[in-house]
């Protein structure tokens, strides 16, 4: 009984660099949403998708983030040209339908050197 | 701007006792409220929740009371055990949107 799954646990990157954070929701659920939790803060709505389409990025900073739920795979948070700014705990959900409980995933924690 | 609010950063309570953990929030087109537990270096893990059509839901020693007209939910966690200590963040969405917005939480420490 898989839950939520997010590789990787922790990743390091230097200025400039490229991350790229992955989740796989739970069975049967087809709604994905990311969240960033910075120090000593809650955590922030990023983005929410479905397969294949971004519903609503309200939350995404306008340059360098992007996100993907691609048909087959898991989705994928991509940060270009990272920067110290964007060290924290980057958190997947997923549910099976819209406005049902997320599920969490155990976060990605982005270091940026 | 920040719609859903936990002004403790922090609680201790004694094991045994009472822990009531609050939450205020601000947009009346909120209807679904919930309550996440988190461990360090874990995800938040899903407790509980209300609809805005009840004021009161219980499960086991978790109960959630929403006051609507204050704009207000809290957590009472009767006993209180250990393993309780965790940050709890409060949680709310209406049906019109597709995130929920998140408090700051709150580190409860249970002592033994």
């Known amino acids: 009984n898989a839950g939520v799954m997010q590789n990787p646990r922790h990743l390091v990157r230097r200025r400039g660099q490229e991350a790229r954070l992955r989740c796989s929701p739970m069975k049967g659920h087809s709604h994905v949403y990311w969240y960033r939790q910075l120090p000593e803060e809650g955590l922030k709505f990023m983005v929410y998708?479905?397969?294949?389409?971004?519903?609503?990025e309200s939350g995404m900073p306008k340059e360098r983030f992007s996100a993907e739920f691609p048909k087959e795979g898991p989705s994928i948070l991509r940060i270009q040209q990272v920067v110290r700014g964007d060290s924290a705990a980057y958190f997947c959900?997923?549910?099976?339908?819209?406005?049902?409980?997320?599920?969490f995933g155990p976060g990605t924690r982005l270091t940026v050197l | 701007d920040q719609q859903v609010k936990q002004n403790s950063p922090s609680l201790s309570v004694q094991e045994g006792r009472i822990s009531i953990l609050n939450c205020d929030y601000t947009?009346?087109?909120?209807?679904?409220f919930l309550w996440y537990k988190k461990y360090p270096a874990e995800g938040p893990t899903f407790l509980i929740s209300i609809s805005s059509i009840k004021d009161k839901n219980e499960d086991g020693r978790f109960t959630v009371f929403l006051n609507k007209s204050a704009k207000h939910l809290s957590l009472h966690i009767v006993p209180s055990q250990p393993g309780d200590s965790a940050v709890y963040f409060c949680a709310a969405a209406s049906n019109t949107g597709n995130q929920f917005y998140f408090g700051t939480g709150t580190s409860l420490t249970v002592i033994p």
């Open positions: 947009n009346s087109m909120f209807d679904y």
């Open positions: 998708l479905q397969k294949e389409n971004i519903i609503d």
């Open positions: 959900a997923s549910s099976p339908h819209p406005g049902d409980t997320q599920y």
